[in-house]
């Protein structure tokens, strides 16, 4: 049982650049989202989804996209990287979204020079 | 909007002693409350959660959290740390009307042997 698979776990980019980051999840949770954890910030939450074909906005958005176009898949997309982006990623999914556990993903490490 | 406070970035303890970690959170409606736990290098892993009934939560572990409505706190405890404890303890909160669920900026637990 896979459970939240995160792609890549590390990855460096250049200022500027665009990139994605895979989640998916083989529990058919519904609920999905992307924290962002920095030193000190704990965990911010970036986007989050109810289901296939609703997203929305956590608590620091800006700079990022998401879709959700199946149950499984949910990417996270930087359009244009910048040295404030350079982070730890983590994908959760949960069956409950409002009173289940989040199961979450092994983190994907993101270098923006 | 909802919030969470963990007043102590960091705590040292004795293996075999107790310990109590802080978590005070806003939260306009009834909370739904969690603690995770995170060892170096992974993902979170859920300790305990709150939803409503008895405010003495048992998790796994041999770990426990109290919630007190009238102090808007959550705090963690366990009777004997063990070496293995050492980790990063986040509390996050959640609630009816939200899907949100929001983490605090965590508190790291070192353990002497």
């Known amino acids: 049982n896979a459970g939240v698979t995160q792609t890549p776990k590390f990855q460096v980019l250049k200022t500027g650049q665009s990139m994605t980051l895979q989640c998916a999840q083989d529990m058919n949770h519904e609920y999905m989202s992307w924290y962002r954890q920095d030193p000190g910030m704990g965990l911010r939450l970036i986007h989050y989804s109810v289901g296939a074909g609703i997203t929305d906005q956590g608590e620091v958005p800006n700079g990022y996209n998401v879709s959700r176009s199946t149950t499984e898949d949910f990417p996270l997309r930087l359009l244009s990287a910048a040295p404030s982006q350079t982070s730890v990623y983590f994908c959760?999914?949960?069956?409950?979204?409002?009173?289940?556990?989040?199961?979450f993903g092994e983190g994907s490490r993101l270098t923006v020079l | 909007a909802q919030s969470v406070t963990q007043p102590d970035i960091h705590i040292t303890v004795s293996e075999g002693a107790s310990l109590e970690l802080r978590c005070n959170y806003s939260y306009g409606a009834t909370p739904y409350l969690f603690w995770y736990v995170q060892s170096p290098g992974q993902g979170l892993q859920l300790l305990l959660k709150y939803f409503s009934g008895d405010t003495l939560v048992q998790g796994i572990k041999g770990f426990e959290a109290e919630f007190k409505r009238s102090q808007s706190s959550f705090n963690l405890r366990k009777p004997s740390v063990h070496w293995s404890d050492a980790a990063e303890y986040f509390c996050?909160?959640?609630?009816?009307?939200?899907?949100?669920?929001?983490f605090g900026t965590g508190t790291r637990l070192q353990v002497f042997p």
């Open positions: 996050a909160v959640g609630g009816g009307d939200t899907d949100k669920l929001i």
């Open positions: 959760a999914s949960s069956y409950g979204h409002r009173t289940g556990e989040l199961f």
